[in-house]
């Protein structure tokens, strides 16, 4: 099967530009989830989708994040303006039910210069 | 709140040692710990979930509630174990969705 793609797979942006983000997860898994991992810091969970419903976007660090996912399927993840701070590595992950275990993506590595 | 701690940042072996990666945690609840594994030029995959009680690629590890430990073990190392490790707990009552990691581990097996 084909795995959680993303893309890009790199983005370099100025600070106060706009990124939009995007994970295909695998087909047929309602489950799809958002981490991110910054400099120095630890791999951190942003937000978890349900076919198109937010179930918890408890991780989501502030109102600059915008995250869709539109018919269930793909998702994308925007941030808008892109600070310095929010460098760092993007992994989209899916899985079939929440107790299955998650498939991540290779990420996006977001450099805001 | 949780907390996955792994106080080896780097960690380097040579081929048919014993291996360990160190894995402590703090959570209230009743913990669901995992391995995860990111080789070189590939994406983060499971590697083994307590409950499971299994080995993969010859790791095991046991979850310790009187020590918060969940340590990574295997007997003799592999060059192709070289990778990072990450351990990571769920915090959602059973589901393992919502993980906290810990900052992981480079694994070096020299050869």
């Known amino acids: 099967e084909a795995g959680v793609t993303q893309f890009p797979s790199h983005s370099v942006i100025e600070k106060g530009q706009t990124v939009t983000l995007r994970c295909d997860p695998i087909s047929g898994h309602d489950n799809l989830y958002w981490y991110r991992r910054v400099m120095g810091k630890e791999i951190k969970f942003l937000l978890h989708?349900?076919?198109?419903?937010?179930?918890?976007e408890s991780g989501m660090p502030n109102n600059r994040f915008l995250a869709e996912r539109t018919g269930g399927t793909y998702s994308t993840l925007k941030v808008q303006p892109a600070e310095l701070e929010d460098s760092g590595v993007y992994f989209c992950?899916?899985?079939?039910?929440?107790?299955?275990?998650?498939?991540f993506g290779n990420g996006t590595r977001l450099t805001v210069t | 709140a949780q907390r996955v701690t792994q106080p080896e940042k780097l960690l380097s072996v040579f081929k048919g040692a014993p291996v360990e990666l160190k894995c402590n945690y703090s959570y209230s609840g009743s913990p669901e710990l995992f391995w995860y594994v990111q080789y070189s030029r590939q994406r983060l995959q499971l590697l083994l979930r307590h409950i499971s009680r299994e080995s993969i690629k010859g790791f095991t590890a046991d979850l310790n509630k009187g020590e918060t430990s969940f340590h990574l073990k295997k007997p003799f190392a592999q060059e192709e174990d070289s990778a990072m490790y990450y351990c990571?707990?769920?915090?959602?009552?059973?589901?393992?969705?919502?993980?906290?990691f810990g900052k992981g581990t480079l694994l070096t097996v020299n050869p």
């Open positions: 990571a707990l769920s915090s959602s009552g059973g589901s393992n969705y919502k993980l906290t």
């Open positions: 992950a899916s899985s079939q039910d929440v107790d299955s275990p998650l498939h």
């Open positions: 989708f349900v076919k198109e419903s937010k179930q918890d």
